[in-house]
């Protein structure tokens, strides 16, 4: 099947980068936001801006929540960004305590460290170093550490190793990226990650 | 034959400039005078400074010194300094240059609004015109008739204030790249004007002039010998005293004396705030484009090169953009002015291009040299 | 530890962008002149980030503005800023839509912090970006607003702290008395920072080359080196800005 990629759409963020990158890529692209119409698509992207509370209570509203998990049962690749990824959780504690979408052991929370003892910032905003882990296929063709663009104050933690695609860390260890199957999210933005970014959707497209 | 050019591996001074040298190192004599100025103690200057104003500070309410401005940045700044730093009682004069600009009339208000006494001489108008005229076609200097008239009718008032200082603003051989001649020398003369600033033209001119009602003529006359016996009468570089720094000049000019600048760059260049006076600059940095291979761009990055604002890298490329920009936006006023048709005037600019650097494509001069 | 970034900032009014000095305004040229003299889609990879600023003086397009912006950004893939004169919700909606990464706030944080407040809750600390425009005076610093027209009674040490409180995202400090002159930035500014300040700074007003980047970036309190002096850095002049910073040891991204 070509590759058709549905950018999820449910009302919180901006989908116009990841839009461009994908179109950058070569890719048909479709912005959509109604459940019944997110069929057909040989890859889904779930984007996020803003508080998780906030984007999961637009995504139950709308009957997102349930499509995703069908969709991904029956084999279609998602990929979460930023917000998009830690929605892939259990929970989350930002803005109140919310039940995520489930679909990755794991858990959101903000950054624990002391930014007065450590002189790191909260959020945290940026280019920073992300160490894949070997074998992962999001990060395929990497060197061992790579630049990409982050502006987060809450990050994951997963219990397990087997999501993890990759770690990063700022003031404490934390989840940059994981991959499981057909899922794949990152916590910084490719779409605004350079060459690398682009580099990291491309295999997205091709390897998932 | 084509010229081969070369430009000061510091600032972006090219080897054409008249008198310019160059060290082991390729910098031009503008950047080692810069070095020079950074490390030399000025203390001595600073003091020679302030013997020649305690010698001739006005007690009884009188003009002590004379300072040329346009009511830009350079002039304005000297101004200041004389009258707010050293308590001098400085008289400010301007002598109206033809086609003056709505900006520079503007910026002439505010400054002498802002304190000054001012005298405002405009010399015979059809005189200046026809001096220009002929500057510009004999020797590529638009504006010659008032080049001259800075010199003249300055030192004409001074003398019938009986001031006996004139500070002008910089040294340009020094500052710029020239003559190093007045490198050290706090005062210069009359010849020295004659032979640097007005090429040695001047005599020629005065004979060109000799159909002319002497009385006309009036500012555009040097004193004789004669008329200097027993008078006291310095002329002085600011830039002699003090590290000149043009940018500087313009941040005071502007904070205390109301200089207001264009709001886009100005022909040539990607400045805004320096010679916005009168219309004529435009067409005389077009002129040394033609002759030497460079514009106002060129002078304009050796300044930001010099007082670190811009890396000689990065000036390359504005120097390429904005240099030798042929001032069409004034055409028509200088056909007007001059009288002359479109085909009269691209003669003498045909006359003036050198062919070694330049040539014409789609009529217009062309650069046959790449700025490296 | 986060990479250190070369910010570059575009000021535009009306169609057309321009040179700041101290705050006044020279007209360089239009959306042509930019894409000759900066092609941003090769030159896109040498800065972390693009900041473009509204500094119209008079009634604002927004939609045209927004335009503009997609245009310059359009291969650009790197966070992008916009902001000038926000004062609605709307606006910022409309921004956000638009491409924005992040908004950048001036005046509404003196004049309007229940806008910031909203606009934090709605969409995050690190969407909002607080700019700073201060003079020098005698032994202190004063805050400006309104395009550095108007003198804020509060000093500048004292507005930053309330900033913090705002819960903005990163602080965005432009000198106004260095804007546009190439004689490097006020370091001495950062004292004025609050004490274990844990905001981004972004430094901005007197870069003009390299050299004024590297030292900027070479404090610890600096996290985000920005210049708005688009004559300098034509042509090649932020790829050869990057490479300098990189061979003078500043952890810069790679890609």
Request: aromatic share 12%.
């Amino acid at each position: 099947m070509a590759v058709e990629v549905a950018i999820v759409d449910y009302g919180a963020g901006n989908l116009r980068s990841v839009r461009q990158a994908l179109i950058h890529l070569g890719v048909h692209v479709t912005v959509q936001g109604d459940p019944d119409r997110l069929r057909g698509f040989s890859h889904l992207v779930l984007p996020g801006v803003g508080s998780f509370r906030r984007a999961m209570e637009l995504i139950r509203s709308r009957g997102l929540d349930q499509l995703l998990a069908e969709r991904v049962a029956q084999g279609v690749p998602l990929l979460g960004i930023c917000l998009g990824m830690q929605l892939l959780a259990a929970r989350s504690s930002e803005d109140g305590e919310t039940q995520g979408l489930g679909l990755i052991a794991g858990e959101v929370d903000r950054f624990a460290f002391d930014p007065v003892a450590t002189g790191l910032k909260i959020p945290h905003v940026g280019f920073d170093a992300v160490t894949p882990v070997a074998g992962s296929r999001l990060f395929s063709g990497f060197a061992q550490q790579v630049d990409f663009y982050f502006t987060h104050s809450f990050r994951l933690r997963c219990g397990a190793i087997e999501p993890v695609a990759a770690t990063a860390w700022h003031g404490e260890s934390y989840v940059a990226a994981v991959e499981q199957g057909v899922l794949a999210g990152t916590q910084f933005h490719p779409e605004k990650s350079q060459a690398n970014g682009l580099k990291l959707l491309a295999n997205f497209l091709e390897r998932f | 034959m084509t010229l081969q050019p070369t430009w000061c591996r510091h600032c972006l001074n090219m080897s054409t400039r008249p008198r310019i040298s160059f060290d082991a190192r390729g910098w031009c004599n503008a950047c080692q005078w810069m070095e020079q100025k950074a490390d030399m103690d000025w203390a001595p200057r600073q003091q020679e400074l302030r013997t020649l104003l305690d010698r001739y500070r006005s007690s009884h309410g009188g003009f002590d010194c004379l300072v040329p401005v346009s009511g830009g940045k350079d002039g304005s700044y000297v101004a200041y300094q004389l009258k707010h730093v050293f308590g001098m009682n400085p008289l400010a004069i301007t002598v109206r240059p033809a086609l003056s600009l709505e900006l520079g009339d503007r910026n002439l208000s505010h400054f002498v609004a802002s304190g000054y006494n001012h005298i405002h001489v405009s010399p015979d108008a059809e005189v200046m015109r026809r001096f220009n005229r002929y500057g510009f076609i004999e020797k590529g200097f638009p504006y010659y008739g008032w080049l001259t008239a800075i010199l003249t009718s300055i030192i004409r008032t001074a003398l019938n204030f009986d001031i006996p200082l004139i500070f002008y603003g910089e040294d340009g051989e020094v500052e710029y790249g020239g003559s190093t001649e007045t490198r050290n020398r706090a005062l210069f003369d009359i010849e020295y004007m004659k032979k640097i600033y007005l090429e040695g033209g001047y005599e020629k001119v005065l004979a060109m002039l000799a159909d002319v009602d002497p009385a006309s003529l009036y500012f555009w006359r040097f004193p004789e010998p004669a008329e200097l016996e027993g008078k006291e009468l310095y002329l002085t570089h600011w830039s002699y005293f003090e590290p000149w720094d043009s940018y500087r000049n313009y941040l005071v000019a502007k904070e205390h004396c109301g200089l207001q600048e264009k709001e886009e760059g100005n022909s040539g260049t990607f400045t805004n705030f320096a010679q916005n006076d009168q219309a004529l600059y435009a067409l005389h940095a077009y002129l040394m484009y033609l002759k030497f291979g460079f514009g106002r761009a060129t002078q304009d990055a050796g300044i930001e090169i010099r007082r670190g604002a811009m890396t000689r890298d990065q000036a390359v490329h504005l120097v390429r953009l904005y240099d030798g920009h042929y001032p069409e936006e004034f055409i028509a006023t200088y056909l007007d002015y001059y009288a002359m048709s479109q085909e009269e005037f691209d003669a003498v600019l045909d006359r003036w291009a050198n062919q070694d650097l330049f040539e014409k494509i789609d009529g217009r001069w062309t650069p046959r040299f790449e700025v490296v | 530890m986060a990479k250190k970034r070369l910010v570059f900032t575009l000021l535009y009014q009306q169609g057309a962008f321009y040179l700041s000095r101290n705050f006044r305004l020279q007209r360089v040229g239009d959306l042509h002149w930019l894409n000759n003299n900066y092609r941003f889609a090769s030159i896109a990879t040498a800065i972390d980030e693009l900041v473009i600023l509204d500094v119209s003086r008079q009634p604002r397009d927004l939609d045209v503005f927004c335009a503009m912006a997609a245009e310059v950004s359009a291969n650009c893939f790197m966070p992008l800023a916009l902001g000038g004169g926000i004062t609605t919700m709307a606006q910022a909606e409309t921004l956000i839509s638009n491409g924005a990464d992040k908004l950048i706030l001036n005046t509404a944080l003196a004049r309007n912090p229940e806008l910031v407040r909203e606009l934090v809750a709605i969409y995050g600390s690190q969407c909002i970006v607080a700019s700073v425009d201060y003079r020098r005076e005698a032994d202190s610093f004063a805050v400006y607003v309104d395009q550095g027209q108007e003198r804020l009674d509060c000093p500048l040490a004292r507005y930053l702290a309330d900033l913090e409180a705002l819960q903005v995202g990163e602080l965005y400090l432009n000198c106004i008395d260095r804007d546009g002159t190439g004689q490097g930035y006020c370091l001495e500014v950062l004292q004025q920072l609050p004490p274990a300040c844990h905001l981004p700074v972004i430094m901005a007003g007197g870069a003009g080359n390299q050299h004024h980047l590297l030292a900027g970036l070479a404090c610890s309190q600096i996290d985000a080196a920005a210049t708005a002096n688009l004559f300098n850095f034509v042509g090649d002049g932020l790829p050869r800005s990057r490479d300098h910073l990189l061979d003078h040891g500043i952890a810069m991204a790679r890609w």
